[in-house]
């Protein structure tokens, strides 16, 4: 065989492989998060120690992705304006098969977040993420009492949207920070897991399921059996979380 035909055989090679993975690649989901974490808030009752390290460590491990595109918003900047504004133009980019995730750490009350200046509702979280055409939706909330998001008939505009909830405590419980820690309890957890933690069949893709239960495993068993994370909503067990 001349050096020329085993040129061209190489080339046709290399055409027939790229032909082969160009499904996949077209195919591939992107991941548009938004994380915002508010531990310093006016004057200084109210503050917290780790929301904002919180989102900023789920910012970070979300751009060691290739396919993730991700905003941080943190304390003064995370203001109740710029929380759902800069939310609705990152999610408005999204297409039907890419993973939208609202990640909120921060004080929470019983009907919604507290942002730096204003309560936002999840009523009004709820509205941005309905505006959004990807069709895996997410939304996890790192505060206390987080767990009434899917009561008092606040999930009924959801009933209809493929979108998982995932909250860090019960409605009767909170969330756990302490002095020692680098992040809270439910955020350190849930970054362990999306790094690779909660793929326990090694396919690279960490579900729904998959994260639910190395999250809720590791929070309740750090916890001394204190604090249990909630997941709830209308999507599918294989609901891709993070794609790697």
């Given at each position: 065989?001349?050096?020329?035909?085993?040129?061209?055989?190489?080339?046709?090679?290399?055409?027939?492989?790229?032909?082969?993975?160009?499904?996949?690649?077209?195919?591939?989901?992107?991941?548009?998060?938004?994380?915002?974490?508010?531990?310093?808030?006016?004057?200084?009752?109210?503050?917290?120690?780790?929301?904002?390290?919180d989102a900023g460590a789920v910012h970070r491990l979300f751009l060691q992705n290739g396919r993730a595109k991700s905003v941080l918003l943190t304390n003064e900047n995370a203001s109740k304006r710029n929380i759902l504004?800069?939310?609705?133009?990152?999610?408005?980019?999204?297409?039907?098969?890419?993973?939208?995730?609202?990640?909120?750490?921060?004080?929470?009350?019983?009907?919604?977040?507290?942002?730096y200046d204003e309560f936002i509702s999840y009523d009004e979280i709820r509205?941005?993420?309905?505006?959004?055409?990807?069709?895996?939706?997410?939304?996890?909330?790192?505060?206390?009492?987080?767990?009434?998001?899917?009561?008092?008939?606040?999930?009924?505009?959801?009933?209809?949207?493929?979108?998982?909830l995932f909250l860090s405590s019960r409605s009767n419980e909170y969330s756990i920070e302490r002095k020692d820690m680098k992040n809270g309890l439910f955020a350190a957890c849930l970054v362990r897991a999306l790094k690779g933690g909660a793929d326990t069949n090694r396919d690279r893709t960490i579900?729904?399921?998959?994260?639910?239960?190395?999250?809720?495993?590791?929070v309740r068993e750090l916890s001394n059996d204190r604090q249990h994370p909630v997941m709830w909503?209308?999507?599918s067990d294989n609901m891709p979380v993070m794609i790697w």
């Open positions: 065989m001349t050096r020329k035909q085993k040129a061209t055989i190489m080339k046709r090679s290399v055409i027939f492989l790229f032909i082969l993975c160009f499904p996949l690649i077209a195919g591939a989901q992107d991941i548009y998060l938004f994380s915002a974490g508010v531990a310093d808030y006016p004057g200084k009752q109210n503050d917290l120690l780790l929301p904002a390290r504004t800069k939310a609705r133009n990152h999610f408005s980019k999204a297409k039907p098969d890419d993973i939208a995730i609202f990640f909120f750490s921060g004080h929470g009350y019983q009907g919604g977040f507290v942002a509205k941005l993420l309905s505006s959004c055409r990807a069709k895996n939706k997410m939304i996890f909330a790192d505060a206390c009492f987080s767990g009434d998001i899917r009561e008092n008939g606040h999930s009924a505009s959801h009933s209809k949207q493929n979108v998982m579900t729904a399921k998959e994260l639910y239960k190395a999250v809720s495993k590791s909503g209308n999507f």
